[in-house]
């Protein structure tokens, strides 16, 4: 109960010092219109000192209720000691704080964020920032543009160098994962996460005109179904060259999530890969799934396909779900064929992540060809309607 009481207690506090954020953000009326959201960072890190530069005139830091100015390229070093934030500037050490905000009115206003306690590379976010200890760990919370944040996101998901058409695409389902998933994180005080599981958000994409670009030209816009309802909006790396169905991997019938043949990226980097496994380690696993090993010879456990398929059939009328293969054994996709060499399994597959939804290479592949957003989306989510926001249910 009492680390319950603290955890509610930390979570409150917290909303309140959000609040205070939205406000001071909101004081300049011509920035009133700009929407943020709440983003923690380093989710899956326990971060014990980290260092923070304003890169952009006229952030101040508020610390213990009293705002101060900070000065443009200044580091500011923040490390976590008995539940308390020890704040360091040059030779000057500031007074011991349980939140530390970085602030500024200009949603474009950037700040470097490094972490010295784990070690990180120094990223660029955009927005104001929000420090807080809980979970034993300091709480990062980038407080970012909406806008600005789904460009991020595509940097982080395919890199610089792609065609408008994509990032246009990418901005799309980015846009409608967060509209509809802006509660995932609440309980913790903030609205998604940067890991994968949310979306990967590794900063600003400022120095990308075509992320800008792509961005700013599907503002307020999202997917739907065919009834006016936002989409699971799910992509992953390379299909292999057909996705997957929600039904063979989720078990959940969504009539846009279909399996879809893909000849766009097929001959990507991500299309093909291999790997060996022990014998012995492969039939444990079949073994807790259930699978009497000793009645199977080595041919018996031989598997080829030319399309996805859901189960991995053995002799004997046993079947096990590829998806529970990948997991378990950590490999890059659910579609792979099967043979036996020796104490060997030999694994060759097809493509890199979950396969459903939108294929990212095969839609870098069709925006170089000429396909629009639009062309991409509807190939990959059958029967998706692009619209604008308010018109979605």
């Not at 960072?41 to 000192?49: A, F, G, M, P, R």
């Not at 996460?193 to 005109?209: E, I, L, R, W």
């Not at 925006?367 to 308010?390: D, H, N, P, V």
Request: hydrophobic fraction near 35%.
């Amino acid at each position: 109960m009492r680390a319950n009481r603290h955890f509610i207690k930390s979570v409150f506090t917290y909303r309140v010092l959000l609040l205070a954020l939205v406000a001071f953000c909101c004081l300049e009326p011509h920035r009133a219109n700009a929407q943020r959201i709440s983003i923690g960072l380093y989710d899956t890190c326990s971060i014990q000192e980290l260092c923070v530069r304003p890169l952009t005139e006229g952030y101040k830091i508020l610390l213990n209720g009293k705002l101060r100015e900070l000065e443009k390229e200044k580091e500011l070093r923040i490390a976590f000691q008995e539940r308390m934030l020890y704040c360091t500037q040059g030779a000057e050490n500031l007074q011991p704080s349980g939140h530390v905000a970085l602030l500024h009115t200009d949603p474009n206003s950037q700040f470097e964020l490094k972490l010295l306690r784990p070690q990180g590379e120094a990223r660029t976010y955009e927005g104001n920032l929000s420090l807080f200890v809980d979970f034993g760990r300091i709480m990062c919370i980038n407080l970012v543009d909406q806008e600005n944040y789904i460009a991020g996101v595509a940097l982080a998901e395919v890199g610089g160098k792609a065609k408008p058409e994509l990032y246009k695409a990418q901005a799309l389902l980015i846009r409608t994962y967060l509209m509809g998933n802006r509660t995932k994180h609440l309980e913790e005080g903030f609205n998604l996460c940067d890991q994968v599981h949310c979306q990967a958000y590794k900063g600003s994409a400022s120095k990308y005109p075509y992320i800008l670009q792509g961005t700013k030209q599907t503002a307020n816009m999202v997917v739907v179904d065919g009834a006016g309802e936002l989409i699971t909006s799910v992509f992953h790396a390379n299909c292999g060259g057909q996705t997957a169905s929600a039904r063979d991997v989720w078990l959940t019938e969504t009539s846009y999530l279909q399996s879809v043949r893909d000849p766009y990226c097929r001959r990507a980097r991500g299309a093909n890969w291999k790997k060996t496994l022990s014998l012995n380690d492969w039939k444990r696993f079949l073994q807790s799934k259930g699978v009497v090993t000793e009645r199977i010879n080595n041919s018996g456990y031989l598997y080829r396909s030319e399309t996805r398929e859901g189960m991995y059939e053995l002799p004997g009328g046993i079947a096990v779900p590829f998806r529970d293969l990948r997991e378990y054994f950590n490999l890059k996709s659910a579609w792979f064929d099967v043979t036996v060499e020796g104490g060997q399994v030999n694994l060759s597959g097809r493509g890199y992540g979950h396969g459903i939804g939108m294929c990212q290479e095969g839609a870098m592949r069709m925006a170089e060809e000429g396909k629009t957003a639009t062309e991409i989306i509807s190939f990959y989510f059958r029967g998706a309607r692009i619209i604008k926001l308010e018109r979605a249910q």
